[in-house]
């Protein structure tokens, strides 16, 4: 069962459930999808998040009450609708190198690992997108695999660079640009995702998945990669 | 047709409405942090309500006009003068090839509004002339950039009546609606909530307005992150609140015990540090027809 409470003068939120499961971004993705094509007149903004979404609308054409109860409505023939999006997956190089990986050294003393292994664990499965956030085009993808969680660094760095692949604790991203963070960093991809590029924004969609490959260190060099 | 930048100063920036339909990218609302006096400055020129401006925090910057044109002013008194003389605020003022606009010291408020006829027409990135600093979207202003305006065939001299010109001396108090994880929090919570008086500290810009105050027990510390609107109250862990704004995250993970009003957020954007502030609740009802009569009055629509 859904519950929806009010986020402020103009927005709501839906929550889908109360712990994070691989069930629910596909159904949020689907549903803020749908409230987008069936509400476009008064909706303004979604962001889907890990257990929930958050919709703003137009408060000069719609009350709190009547809002409450299209997007009610709305839940409830959820199931019954034809714009549900097909899971996209994308593929992204990711050179795991000590010279990138600032963190990879101690992660692997740590986990007791060697680096092949570390490589095959964080490339083995597609991610899932729970949410983006943080920043722009920073997807959270999890659930990384207990073997190589690490928790986040008890004093955030001032600058990651941007490409950086981090871990944090079940959780693993990259950083679009260069930006302060605690996440441990394990390697870094020649994968543009800065905002140079507008079309960057809509390269993750919560519900879509994420798959690393690891590439050597003279490929990531001779396309362009930066140590 | 623009205004050149003589002089750099601590932090101005080009703003309009805001980047409003970008959450879903994990991009900040941005925007005007006071939209009363941003609606006024564009209201006064007869400019669309979306109109991208200068806001100029706590004053430094200097401008040069390099045509004539119209302008209006409001927001904090940070000291406007045109040639070295002290120019009208909340205005239309005609202005001329080669004027210098001056903004030199903060008297009263935080923000300055410099709306131009027609409206800056700078870049438009992500549907919004807003910069973002923290998401290196634009810059702020520094000396030798050219500011672009736009041609106009009309003329106007709006002022506002001085009874209107707020006082940003004032202690406020924030209305605020009982949102997000307002149940989650006990009688005795809401109570130290509602009836202190909180400080604005240093720890104060266009992310967030930490208060400094008598601490919330929490029991819950981190939750699962979720959609933040503009102006939502987190409490911290240190069970004090921080008032999230424009240039905040998409989405966080503290829990929050209401959002509040926008036009009261419009006050806060003019309050500098060691201000007193206190809460009140308002119902959503209430805000909606408040801001709905805001929006009419200035012609905000989407």
């Known amino acids: 069962m859904n519950n929806i409470v009010s986020a402020g003068e103009n927005a709501i939120l839906v929550y889908f459930g109360n712990e994070i499961n691989a069930a629910l971004p596909k159904k949020i993705g689907n549903f803020a999808n749908q409230l987008k094509n069936t509400l476009s007149d008064v909706v303004i903004d979604v962001i889907p998040s890990y257990t929930s979404l958050h919709v703003s609308y137009d408060l000069n054409k719609i009350n709190f009450q009547a809002f409450f109860d299209k997007v009610e409505s709305l ?81 955030p760095r001032i600058k990651i660079p941007a490409g950086s692949v981090g871990i944090a604790e079940g959780q693993t991203a990259i950083y679009p640009a260069d930006s302060s963070g605690g996440w441990n960093i394990v390697g870094r991809t020649l994968l543009d995702l800065s905002l140079n590029n507008p079309e960057n924004i809509h390269k993750f969609r919560v519900g879509d998945k994420v798959k690393f490959y690891s590439i050597t260190r003279d490929e990531y060099l001779s396309n362009g990669g930066m140590l | 047709m623009s205004f050149k930048v003589i002089k750099s100063s601590f932090l101005s920036t080009v703003q309009d409405y805001g980047r409003l339909t970008h959450g879903e990218h994990g991009m900040s609302q941005s925007g005007v942090m006071d939209e009363h006096a941003y609606a006024w400055a564009n209201h006064l020129l007869n400019n669309h309500f979306n109109d991208a401006v200068i806001e ?84 702020k202003l520094i000396k030798g950039d050219v500011l672009p305006y736009k041609d106009f065939n009309e003329v106007t001299y709006h002022f506002i009546s001085p009874k209107y010109i707020p006082n940003y001396n004032q202690d406020i108090t924030l209305r605020i609606l009982p949102t997000y994880q307002f149940n989650d929090f006990s009688i005795n919570q809401r109570d130290l909530f509602f009836n202190q008086n909180y400080t604005i500290t240093n720890a104060n810009d266009r992310t967030g307005c930490r208060l400094s105050g008598a601490p919330i027990a929490i029991k819950k510390e981190r939750m699962i992150s979720e959609g933040i609107s503009y102006g939502c109250v987190e409490i911290a862990t240190d069970g004090l609140p921080i008032i999230l704004l424009k240039d905040a995250p998409s989405i966080g993970g503290y829990p929050k015990i209401g959002t509040v009003f926008s036009l009261d957020l419009a006050k806060l954007a003019q309050r500098q540090p060691n201000t007193k502030l206190r809460f009140e609740l308002m119902s959503i009802h209430e805000a909606q027809k408040e801001r709905r009569k805001f929006n009419d009055f200035f012609e905000i629509s989407f």
């Not at chain 2, 008297?107 to 600093?133: C, I, P």
Request: glycine share 8%.
């Open chain 2, 56 to 139: 100029i925090t706590f004053g430094g910057i200097v401008l040069e006009a390099q045509t004539d044109t119209f302008i209006a002013v409001t927001g904090a008194n940070l000291d406007f003068k045109i040639n070295n003389k002290t120019a009208q605020m909340w205005h239309g003022l005609q202005i001329y090839k080669g004027d210098v606009l001056s903004w030199a010291n903060p008297k009263n408020g935080v923000r300055a509004y410099l709306a131009v006829k027609g409206g800056f027409a700078t870049e438009v990135l992500f549907d919004s002339k807003s910069v973002n600093l923290r998401e290196h979207i634009g810059a």
């Open chain 1, 75 to 155: 839940l409830d023939q959820q199931d019954s609708n034809n714009s549900i999006l097909e899971s996209q997956t994308t593929h992204i190089p990711v050179y795991y190198g000590l010279d990138v990986g600032l963190d990879l050294e101690r992660l692997l003393a740590e986990k007791n690992l060697d680096l092949m292994s570390f490589i095959e664990i964080h490339t083995s499965q597609a991610y899932l997108i729970y949410a983006i956030g943080f920043s722009p085009a920073f997807a959270f993808l999890g659930e990384v695999d207990e073997r190589i969680q690490l928790p986040r660094l008890p004093t």
